[in-house]
């Protein structure tokens, strides 16, 4: 409490004397990609071989369990923002049970990836160079704030043989996650967070509003799941709902009592990823769209 209240001292004294200084303070808080205090060691998790990411400096490699490839293709899993991999893990042996290699990655500043920022320019970009990379990814399952880097790669490949999506506790929209940030223990008046969304439009080469899963996703023919715990304490059940109603093809589901990052270790959760992979996979073998 002590330190945060120093914090909250230091940002306002700073944006006084210079408010553009505390602009980028407050913005560079928001960006990033340590709030979770995660610096894995870089080792190989465990059945998993190491593959090159060409096209993006941010993130040079990733993890693929079934090297040898797989009669199924592909399935990436892509993490939320401030985690990394690891916290996927547990749908990599549903995913080798289909007969898919699985991929996952960490994102760049996230995980053994240099830095503690990150703007979801970068993000999408790195996402999309794995997609690339792989060539034969099947299916995404993204969670959190990683949905929309997800959706924001895959429709800048509709040439890719993409069979569905699953989004676990999606944000819908970045100024939504902004708008409920409670500025990491500043205190962020109406201009410091009119400044951020100035700050953060420049880092991102768009405005904020651009990160939107639905106005990104406005294209995306195939089908998504979109799992969500009501209770999520950090990402409101609303973002789900608007989700499920602003794509063309997608099925919101409840999962109550799993949490934000429990959900994606829940094996009711798994389950019913499978079961819907399962099913898109035949649709599309059977040419039904």
């Known amino acids: 409490m002590k330190a945060q209240l120093l914090r909250r001292f230091a940002h306002t004294a700073i944006g006084v004397m210079t408010p553009m200084a505390g602009v980028r303070w407050a913005t560079d808080a928001f960006s990033s990609t340590r709030t979770l205090g995660l610096r894995p060691d870089n080792v190989l998790p465990l059945g998993a071989d190491r593959f090159t990411v060409t096209g993006n400096t941010d993130v040079p490699n990733g993890f693929l369990w079934g090297e040898g490839g797989a009669a199924e293709g592909t399935a990436l899993l892509v993490h939320g923002w401030a985690a990394d991999s690891s916290s996927m893990h547990s749908l990599v042996p549903p995913l080798r049970d289909l007969g898919f290699r699985v991929a996952a990655f960490d994102g760049p500043a996230h995980g053994v990836r240099d830095g503690d920022q990150a703007t979801m320019t970068q993000y999408t970009r790195a996402v999309g160079a794995v997609l690339d990379t792989l060539g034969d990814v099947r299916v995404v399952v993204a969670h959190s704030l990683g949905g929309i ?14 069979d569905c999506l699953v989004l676990v506790a999606p944000a819908c929209t970045l100024g939504g996650v902004l708008e409920r940030w409670d500025g990491g223990g500043l205190r ?10 100035g700050e953060l439009h420049r880092r991102n080469g768009v405005p904020v509003s651009h990160w939107d899963i639905v106005g990104l996703g406005a294209s995306f023919e195939r089908p998504v799941l979109v799992l969500h715990d009501p209770d999520d304490p950090m990402v409101p059940y609303s ?5 499920a109603a602003g794509l063309k093809d997608a ?3 409840s999962k109550p009592g799993t949490g934000h990052m429990g959900i994606l270790m829940s094996k009711d959760v798994s389950t019913a990823v499978s079961a819907f992979v399962t099913e898109h996979r035949n649709r599309n073998r059977q040419g039904i769209v």
């Open 149 to 162: 880097a997800a959706i924001g790669a895959a429709v800048e490949r509709t040439g890719r043989p993409l």
């Open 188 to 197: 962020l008046t109406p201009a410091v967070v009119e400044g951020i969304y």
């Open 239 to 243: 973002d789900a709902e608007a989700v």
């Open 251 to 253: 099925t919101l589901v």
